[in-house]
Structure formats: structure tokens, C-alpha cells
Nanobody, 131 residues
Framework: QLQLVESGGGLVQPGGSLRLSCAAS????????IAWFRQAPGREREGVSC????????NYVDSVKGRFTISRDNAKNTVYLQMTNLKPEDTAVYYC????????????????????????WGQGTQVTVSS
């Protein structure tokens, strides 16, 4: 079964940092662009950041630019999301997912949605930013 597993969430004070990990199970991430999404209670799932399969291109939603950094280590089959200067509005369940385009997606390109075009969703990891 092809699945991604998220970890690294937790409770952090405003201004704090967390690093989320997204590990692949059952397949190699090498040919997939990967995106991080988040969903807060009562809100739609939102694409936060993405990284191309080569790792050379990244994108961020405006609300996290300058605070979040996405990276990947294909040797470890893992994608990371480093989050700094966290704010209460960052509170959500964070998910990673693989672009369904797979090897058909240019290795220099990625996108953060729509969510329906992504698969291999994990169970998510809760991030709570509160004092």
C-alpha cells in the first residue's frame, strides 16, 4: 500500500518552531512532487507548500512565506516542513500528499492544489500554537 506518514507535530508557543516529517511507505518519493496541506476545524483543506521531485523548485502560500521551509531527502525517502515563528492561526492538522502526476510531472515543477489531484495521504499530524 502506497502511503505517506506524517510526524513531528505538537504543542508550541507563539514564535516557536517545529519540523514536520513526511516519510513514504511502499514506494519511492523520487519521482513525485510533494505538497503539505493543513486543515483547521471548520475550514477547508489548504495547500501550504510544495516541492518538485528534484527539490529544485518550491512554492509557499503567502501566509507562510518567510516562515516555513520545505525540503526533501530522497535518500531517506522523506520530505520535511520546517516551521518557524509559528502563529496561533497556523494551528491545524498538517498532511502531506503526492502529486498524482507522478513521473509525468516535470521535475522542476510543483503545485499546492487542488487536493483532489493528490494521493497517498497520511493520517496527518496535529500542530497547535498556543500560549
Amino acid at each position: 500500500q502506497l502511503q505517506l506518514v506524517e510526524s513531528g507535530g505538537g504543542l508550541v508557543q507563539p514564535g516557536g518552531s517545529l519540523r514536520l516529517s513526511c516519510a513514504a511507505s511502499g514506494f519511492t518519493l523520487d519521482y513525485y512532487a510533494i505538497a503539505w496541506f493543513r486543515q483547521a476545524p471548520g475550514r477547508e483543506r489548504e495547500g501550504v507548500s510544495c516541492i518538485s521531485s528534484s527539490g529544485g523548485s518550491t512554492n509557499y502560500v503567502d501566509s507562510v512565506k518567510g516562515r516555513f521551509t520545505i525540503s526533501r531527502d530522497n535518500a531517506k525517502n522523506t520530505v520535511y516542513l520546517q516551521m518557524t515563528n509559528l502563529k496561533p492561526e497556523d494551528t491545524a492538522v498538517y498532511y502531506c500528499a503526492a502529486d498524482r502526476g507522478g513521473s509525468g510531472t516535470p521535475d522542476w515543477w510543483c503545485r499546492t492544489g487542488p487536493a483532489a489531484d493528490f494521493g497517498s495521504w497520511g493520517q496527518g499530524t496535529q500542530v497547535t500554537v498556543s500560549s
